[in-house]
Nanobody, 125 residues
Framework: QVQLVESGGGSVQAGGPLRLSCTAS????????MGWFRQVPGKEREFIAA????????????YVAASVKGRFTISRDNAKGTVDLRMNRLKPEDTAVYYC??????????????WGQGTQVTVSA
């Protein structure tokens, strides 16, 4: 069974950084596409970043939403089975619950089948 566990959420002042990490319980992180989503109560879940495995045929191999481009970066460490979301210059509007997700595919495009429990990020003005 695939389990995804997020860590690193918390509270930060606007302009500050935060790093979220997702650890996968199985080999899924080494061969499958992984992504990060966020959700604010009352709004739809937003797809903000994704990354394929080293042998992905996707071009580009990573995706970052326009709303966070230039501030957020996604990376993966297959040896550790982790996917990180580094967030810089955080804004109050980045406040949300952030979810790690994984797909049954090497492409980051498409639906995600596996989800973590979410971690809260709160950015104060």
């Amino acid at each position: 069974q695939v389990q995804l566990v997020e860590s690193g959420g918390g509270s930060v002042q606007a302009g500050g950084p935060l790093r979220l990490s997702c650890t996968a319980s199985t080999r899924i992180c080494r061969s499958n596409a992984m992504g990060w989503f966020r959700q604010v109560p009352g709004k739809e879940r937003e797809f903000i970043a994704a990354i394929g495995p080293p042998d992905t045929s996707d071009d580009p191999s990573t995706y970052v939403a326009a709303s966070v481009k230039g501030r957020f970066t996604i990376s993966r460490d297959n040896a550790k089975g982790t996917v990180d979301l580094r967030m810089n210059r955080l804004k109050p509007e980045d406040t949300a619950v952030y979810y790690c997700a994984a797909r049954n595919d090497s492409s980051w495009r498409g639906l995600y089948q596996y989800w973590g429990q979410g971690t809260q990020v709160t950015v104060s003005a």
